[in-house]
């Protein structure tokens, strides 16, 4: 991990952290999202959605991890697609050899 990704990787999850105890869920709570959304993107994300919509149980707040871990991996399945299909057509066209 450079030097970059790891400060912004810890700003995002002091972030977090801060907006879940503001918002009085305890701090494994805070820990255990960040650790299952591990990028600084998806935890901003989370941030963003933790002041803006202030949700009032733990449940909701889970909800909203599962929500995001599923775009990411709905974008990864998208990305690894359009690849694939970039793949096959150069076949189409230019053959296997």
Known sequence: MDSDFKREWTREKDSLMRAIKSLGFPEELGEAVAKN???????????????????????LVVDEMLAILSD??????????????????????????
Do not use: C
């Open 72 to 97: 990411i991996e709905a974008w990864r399945t998208k990305k690894d697609s359009i690849e694939a299909n970039a793949r096959y057509n150069e076949v189409l066209n230019e053959g296997l050899f």
């Open 37 to 59: 959304l591990g990028s600084p993107k998806a935890m901003n994300r989370m941030t963003v959605y933790l002041e803006n919509v202030q949700p009032k149980t733990p449940e």
